[in-house]
């Protein structure tokens, strides 16, 4: 499966003997915070590495378009000194989480990240009193969640996608995989360290962007708040 992952500059995914970039250099240290925002950044980042039972993690985007134009995503990037990189690993090397969970238990804050948010605007486009009652749902469900209890449900046995969204399911769980890729069966397809890959997503094409999300007409008025039966966890 095709994977995209923003590293620091001088950082290899190629080089099996270098470890990941350290939680004091990661883009949350650069971000405008308060020191006690930032204590919080580094803990969650402890707890998931607790879950994970490794700190070699690299966290990644399953749609280019998600990586390169999702708002100022290059821009961003590049002012932090980050080059992107392109992955092909096996689906059963990948491990899935909630955007959701993780970032509520990175920040405390409550946001409909990916495909939720984007459920939530194609409502709004269509039926306003639905969308004001599916992000209520949402609230409900999220907001007495526990540290301990956002972990727990940050971790998903598999990717998650939406089957009630057209053109195609969208996705809403993100990937994680483990370095050295290639000690976990994966590849890498571009490697912005050489010389002919240089900054090869500024010629992608952007125009994709993320997941166009619509919802299936007989959904409509029952679009139903995923993360309450979140297949991903279905068992449990």
Aim: net charge negative.
């Amino acid at each position: 499966m095709r994977l995209w992952t923003w590293q620091s500059k001088g950082f290899s995914l190629a080089n099996k003997s270098r470890r990941v970039e350290p939680l004091k250099y990661s883009w949350y240290a650069n971000e405008n915070v308060t020191a006690e925002e930032a204590q919080r950044h580094e803990e969650a980042y402890l707890k998931v590495f607790g879950e994970f039972g490794t700190d070699k993690l690299l966290w990644c985007f399953t749609h280019r378009g998600e990586a390169t134009c999702e708002g100022s995503r290059i821009e961003f990037e590049q002012i932090q000194g980050r080059l992107l990189w392109e992955l092909d690993v096996p689906e059963d090397k990948i491990r899935w989480y909630c955007p959701v969970a993780w970032e509520k238990l990175r920040s405390g804050k409550q946001e409909m990240k990916g495909a939720i948010g984007g459920v939530c605007q194609a409502l709004e486009r269509r039926n306003s009193k639905r969308s004001a009652q599916f992000k209520g749902d949402f609230d409900s469900y999220w907001a007495d969640k526990s540290e301990d209890e956002l972990v727990k449900l940050m971790r998903l046995k598999r990717q998650v996608s939406l089957d009630f969204t057209v053109p195609k399911p969208a996705v809403c769980s993100g990937a994680i995989v483990q370095h050295p890729v290639s000690d976990h069966g994966g590849t890498i397809v571009k490697d912005p360290s050489d010389p002919e890959m240089e900054r090869w997503w500024e010629d992608s094409d952007r125009s994709g962007g993320g997941q166009d999300v619509h919802i299936l007409e007989e959904c409509m008025e029952a679009t139903p708040m995923p993360c309450r039966d979140c297949p991903g966890r279905a068992g449990e």
